[in-house]
């Protein structure tokens, strides 16, 4: 009789496993980061400058894996299913990295040896506001700031994006890339204001674009 009922307990086991991971519902993971890398038209192996994009700060509140949706002017909703494939800082930042070099047609040096020689320009994003509202809206409001290293010529600037998104996760996704689309423009433009102005060692503040 023990030996007839093993297998029957087993196969009993074994569908409990199966029945339970089924009604698991699958984990979704989303990046920030651009669709197609930076081509080498768009990279100059030699650029005028280079840039430094420092770690992007965030509201501690969307500092975590799990995506966070607002649901009205007070209350958010934590989505345990639908993660980020990184930090969101660490998700902007190399979405930003990955704009600015096409749009500068430079390389992103922070972190790593440079020539001695090659203006670099240190780019500081930190994030204020980072709202998802589904089938409404995202909201960006970020300060930042440019500086020339070695030199005392600086700006610092807010920009403020706001995108209407359409209903999904996906369209939330789509909706930050934008906005983040956006304010690198504006990063850039800061970049190219900077690299305009004179070198001097008396301390300049430069006008936002």
């Not at 989303?30 to 930076?38: E, I, R, V």
């Amino acid at each position: 009789m023990m030996f007839r009922r093993v297998p029957s307990m087993a196969a009993t086991l074994l569908a409990a496993a199966a029945l339970a991971g089924c009604g698991s519902p699958a984990t979704r993971f989303y990046t920030l980061s651009p669709g197609t890398p930076a081509t080498s038209a768009t990279i100059a192996s030699n650029p005028p400058w280079l840039i430094e994009l420092a770690p992007v700060d965030v509201p501690p509140q969307v500092a975590k894996s799990q995506f966070v949706v607002q649901t009205d002017a007070n209350q958010v909703r934590v989505l345990e299913h639908d993660r980020w494939a990184s930090l969101p800082g660490d998700e902007i930042r190399h979405a930003l990295s990955g704009d600015l070099t096409q749009q500068l047609g430079t390389i992103d040096v922070y972190g790593a040896p440079h020539a001695a020689g090659v203006p670099v320009y240190r780019v500081s994003v930190n994030v204020q506001r980072f709202e998802s509202w589904p089938g409404s809206h995202v909201l960006i409001d970020a300060v930042w700031s440019v500086r020339a290293l070695g030199a005392q010529t600086a700006m610092a600037c807010r920009s403020v994006r706001n995108e209407a998104v359409g209903e999904g996760y996906d369209a939330i996704i789509d909706g930050h890339r934008r906005a983040i689309e956006a304010l690198s423009q504006s990063i850039a433009s800061g970049v190219r204001a900077l690299a305009a102005a004179p070198r001097s060692g008396a301390r300049a503040s430069i006008a936002c674009p």
